[in-house]
Each structure stands twice: as structure tokens, then as C-alpha cells.
């Protein structure tokens, strides 16, 4: 009787976890369709000139309210004028009683969903339509011709536009099985799901990525919830592109990392009976253990080691040994730690949070023989603060703290360090940007920073600026953003250098915020080239009962790191 108990609670648990879950998926998908921002673009040149003429393809005036905001931004921005709008409807797409089903369910549980099937003549305004003909297009002068379709186009396309066709692939290229778009990442598993941009100069059949945004695959029964982050990335990641196009012209486009020749395969089939079944119990198998995983707080400690022979500099992969764990002090956790060398002293820098509030602020420790100081405050701000990152340069340390609750980008200088600051310089505000890193390179600064825009997920990625002094005027990278995957897009701490290899550390925060650490190895940094691939990850596996590592940072003499213990 207890075990019945016990199972009736949980699947209790879990049915009021997906409720709130679907609030919070509608409170969400209201704010991305009232408000939209895109707030890098205050960060970028917007040239004078003339702006690019656009046509769009549709398959028809009612389609999924993701295409309304693509179209809604695209009309407002001044660089593009939407000059033509066409129609050409794709061969019909054979889908089950099942399917329809389930899609219906969706639909009438998750209103307002970037998924469901909205009028687009609002969205168009005055704005032509009439049939896609290749005399019509041709006609219409278009610098770009965007497909808008939850599915790739067919036949060719050469020479409709001046620059080229355009189209979003709502999936991983790889992948064949794509209706309703983002249920088969739910099922399958698969820790992120992507939408990509794609060029295509002679048909729909092949296509060139321009852009590729993976975002965390959410556990969810209806497919809409995990479609809306990807979604509600499509308006900025081709607004970004057409601008890019813009100013450094389609040659340039071919020279960014994501770039690649990819087949564009047609839809797999959509979900049956079987297949739907399959996938409500695999939900509720995942839901069940996240519930078991998510009871109880998960609180940050910080840990150091002494023996340069075991830095993740020094070796060829990361090693676990040695590391000692320095104690939290009561009621409060820790987090981010940056160690200092400072006239024969050894400071640790990281975020104190106060474990009722979550409200964090910035402290140190001294490291004297194998045992830490209590620790004392640095800075304290009426907003969050977190990510202490401490930078020397010409005698002076500077602090560049993570203060995106307050959307400014500050750095501080040593009135007396460690222990007093002052403002030096407001690098950026009105945008939320978290864990900005700076790293000179041959003479120039790079500052490497993520977007978190305010929509549910986070959406983050990682976009590169660089300057020629450390409190210099930021300039925009072309190749940005340089890393748009929740995989290993947000900062983890300072650059290094292991052997001849410089490495950038970055977070997985796929199965959760600050998951894992991963290094990627930066292959190219100029003010006009950036490249990297990945190299290793590090799992939540140096201590027994973490779940959870996110920001690894080291001198000549001590390495830090940090983890979240799992629930217990």
C-alpha cells in the first residue's frame, strides 16, 4: 500500500511539473511574440546604404506563428525591405490518424506556440503575394529569396535571386524523421536540438550552412515546448546573417566556421500509434528520474590543487587527482573561482551566493600552506554578481565581474587589492551578457562574452569582440556569433595555453546549467578570422557525488575548479 502510495505521489509530481511547465512555455511564448529583442545588434554597425531587397517563399498565408515573426522582423529592420512574397506549395506530406492526433492535442494544450498555425496576411501587410514562377521572381530584382516552410523546398532554384535562396532546416541534417518538428529529439533523447540557416545555389536539394543553433532538448509531452527555443532563434539568426551579407558581402559568408555542404533529405515519415507510445513512456520514464534527481538543493563548492605536474595545462588530458575542497561557509555556497598570484601570496577570487536567496556576491580566500583563509568580501552590488574575473595588465589588476542582472559589462580597478575596487569603465550596458573573458593576443584584446536573451532557455551563445586596449571601444568580430551551442557555448574561465594549443573552456549546459566543462581548442584568432574545435570534456567525475562542473582556471602554482553536488 505505501509503494502504490509513494508511485501516485510521484506521477502526481510529475503531471504538476508538466503543468507548470506548460504555463511557463506559454508565459514565454507570449513575451518572444510581443516583444522579440535582439539585443547584440546595439553592439554591431548598422552602415548607411542601400538596404537589401527580400522576397519570401510560403507554403501558403496560414502557416506556423514562427514565420509571422521572422516576416514582423524583417519589416523592421531598416537594412531590409521585404519587396515580394510568393506561394509554392510543396508535394502533400502523408501523415497518420495518429499523428494528426497528437498534433491536435498539442495544439489545443500549448495555445499560443510558435508551432500552431497562425493568418500571415497580417504579418505581410501590403506586401504582394502571388505564385513562385521563376519569370515572377526573376522580375521582383531580389537581392536574397528566403524560403519559409517547416520543410526544404524542391526542384531548383538557380538564379531566382541575385545572391542567392535561403531556408531554415528544422533539425539536425542528419536526421530524416523531422514531423512535428522537434518530437523526434525528445524521443531519440538527444541532448540538444538545432535549427540551421541554409544556402542554396543551383536547387533545393543541397544546401550550405550559414548558421546553426542547438538548444537544450527539453523533456516534455508535447513536442511544442521543445520547439520553442530553436524557434524563437530564427527572426535573430537570419536578421544577423542578412546584415552580415550586407556589409562584407556572400564571399565572406562562405568563410565561417559553421560552413559546410550538407544534403537536404526529405521528411521522414511521421509518427505512428507504436511510435507515440514509445515516446509518452520514455517521457515519463525521463520525468520520473528528473523528479528523483531534482529533490533537494544542489549547492557549488570550490576546490585547489598544488601539483603543477597535474594541471589540465601541463597534461594531455584532464586528471582528478589531488584536488581539495575548500568549505563553504554557513548558509552560503561557491562558485567561479579565479586564483591570483600576488606578491608571494595566493588569493582565490569566486562567487559567495546565499543559499536562501541565491544572491551572490563577490569574495576571496588566501591560501597559506594547505589551509584557506575565512573568507572576505571584494565587492557587493545592490544586483547579482558573479564570474570574478581578474586580469593584470601594465601593473594594475583589473575585476570584470558577470553583472548581466544589472545588463552592463563593468570593469574594476585595484584601489587596494584584493580587498577594495573601483569603478574604471562601463565596457557595455543595456544588454545581458554573462561570463565575459578577456585574452590579449598579438597586441589586441579579444573578449570573449554570452548572450543570455530573455526568453525561457536562455538562448545562449558566444560572440567575440576585441579592442585595442583592455578598457578600449569594443568592436564587433565578423565571424560572429562564434559559437551558437548550448554544448559548449558559455564561458568557463580564462583562456590557456596547454603545450602549443591555446584552449577556450566553455560549459555544457545541455543536461543542465553548468553540466560540464568542455575545451575547445582555438585554431584561429584574428580581428577578422576565429576558429575552434573541441577537444576534451570534462565530466562532474573529480569528486564522488557531483553532478555538475562549470569553470576551471589555474596559475603556475595552483589550479581551481568547481562543482554542484547532486541532491541527496
Not at 554597425?45 to 502557416?63: C, M, N, T
Request: neutral net charge; aromatic residues 10%; glycine residues 6%.
Amino acid at each position: 500500500m505505501g509503494q502504490e502510495q509513494d508511485s501516485a505521489a510521484h506521477l502526481g509530481d510529475i503531471l504538476w511539473t508538466e503543468y507548470r511547465t506548460l504555463l511557463q512555455a506559454r508565459s514565454a511564448t507570449m513575451m518572444c511574440l510581443l516583444t522579440w529583442p535582439d539585443e547584440i545588434l546595439k553592439l554591431r554597425r548598422r552602415l548607411p546604404g542601400h538596404p537589401l531587397r527580400i522576397g519570401i517563399e510560403l507554403d501558403s498565408l496560414d502557416g506556423p506563428a514562427w514565420i509571422s515573426e521572422v516576416i514582423a522582423r524583417i519589416r523592421s529592420t531598416p537594412e531590409i525591405v521585404l519587396a515580394a512574397a510568393f506561394t509554392a506549395s510543396p508535394k502533400p506530406f502523408s501523415e497518420g490518424l495518429a499523428s494528426r492526433l497528437y498534433r491536435r492535442w498539442c495544439a489545443a494544450r500549448v495555445q499560443q506556440n510558435l508551432c500552431a498555425i497562425v493568418d500571415l496576411r497580417s504579418a505581410l501587410g501590403g506586401v504582394p503575394v502571388q505564385p513562385r514562377t521563376p519569370e515572377a521572381t526573376r522580375a521582383c530584382a531580389l537581392d536574397v529569396l528566403i524560403r519559409l516552410s517547416d520543410e526544404p523546398g524542391e526542384g531548383r532554384c538557380a538564379g531566382l535571386a541575385r545572391l542567392g535562396v535561403w531556408s531554415f532546416l528544422l533539425s539536425d541534417p542528419s536526421r530524416r524523421a523531422r514531423r512535428p518538428p522537434y518530437f523526434w529529439e525528445m524521443l531519440r533523447g538527444d541532448s540538444s536540438s538545432a535549427i540551421l540557416l541554409c544556402a542554396h545555389d543551383e536547387s533545393f536539394d543541397r544546401g550550405a550552412i550559414l548558421y546553426r543553433y542547438a538548444a537544450a532538448t527539453r523533456c516534455s509531452f508535447f513536442a511544442p515546448v521543445n520547439a520553442f527555443e530553436p524557434l524563437s532563434a530564427a527572426p535573430s539568426i537570419l536578421v544577423r546573417r542578412l546584415l552580415d551579407l550586407r556589409e562584407h558581402g556572400a564571399v565572406r559568408l562562405t568563410e565561417l566556421p559553421e560552413f559546410r555542404q550538407i544534403a537536404m533529405e526529405p521528411p521522414g515519415a511521421a509518427p505512428g500509434w507504436f511510435t507515440l507510445m514509445r515516446f509518452f513512456a520514455s517521457i515519463l520514464t525521463r520525468r520520473v528520474r528528473m523528479l528523483e534527481e531534482n529533490r533537494g538543493p544542489r549547492p557549488w563548492i570550490v576546490a585547489f590543487r598544488r601539483n603543477p605536474a597535474s594541471f589540465t595545462a601541463r597534461t594531455k588530458e584532464f586528471c582528478a587527482d589531488g584536488f581539495v575542497e575548500i568549505p563553504n561557509s554557513p548558509g552560503t555556497f561557491s562558485a567561479d573561482p579565479f586564483p591570483v598570484q600576488f606578491a608571494g601570496r595566493t588569493f582565490v577570487f569566486f562567487e559567495q551566493i546565499a543559499s536562501d536567496t541565491g544572491f551572490g556576491h563577490l569574495s576571496a580566500i588566501e591560501l597559506t600552506g594547505e589551509e584557506p583563509s575565512a573568507p572576505f568580501p571584494v565587492l557587493k552590488a545592490a544586483h547579482h554578481l558573479s564570474y570574478p574575473c581578474v586580469i593584470e595588465d601594465r601593473g594594475t589588476f583589473f575585476l570584470l565581474p558577470e553583472s548581466s542582472a544589472d545588463q552592463t559589462v563593468t570593469l574594476y580597478a585595484a584601489s587596494e587589492f584584493p580587498v577594495s575596487w573601483t569603478l574604471h569603465k562601463i565596457l557595455v550596458e543595456g544588454v545581458h551578457l554573462v561570463d565575459t573573458t578577456p585574452f590579449r593576443h598579438e597586441g589586441t584584446w579579444y573578449f570573449f562574452t554570452t548572450t543570455v536573451e530573455m526568453t525561457r532557455g536562455g538562448r545562449l551563445e558566444t560572440f567575440l569582440f576585441f579592442a585595442d586596449a583592455l578598457d578600449g571601444e569594443w568592436n564587433y568580430h565578423p565571424q560572429n556569433p562564434i559559437c551558437s551551442d548550448v554544448r559548449r557555448a558559455r564561458g568557463a574561465g580564462n583562456l590557456f595555453r596547454r603545450g602549443e594549443k591555446l584552449i577556450r573552456p566553455a560549459q555544457d549546459c545541455s543536461i543542465r546549467y553548468g553540466y560540464a566543462i568542455v575545451l575547445n581548442e582555438v585554431l584561429t584568432l584574428t580581428r577578422e578570422r576565429y576558429a575552434e574545435r573541441e577537444l576534451e570534456v570534462i565530466l562532474p567525475r573529480w569528486r564522488a557525488g557531483l553532478d555538475g562542473t562549470h569553470t576551471i582556471n589555474s596559475t603556475e602554482s595552483i589550479e581551481v575548479v568547481d562543482g554542484t553536488l547532486a541532491p541527496r
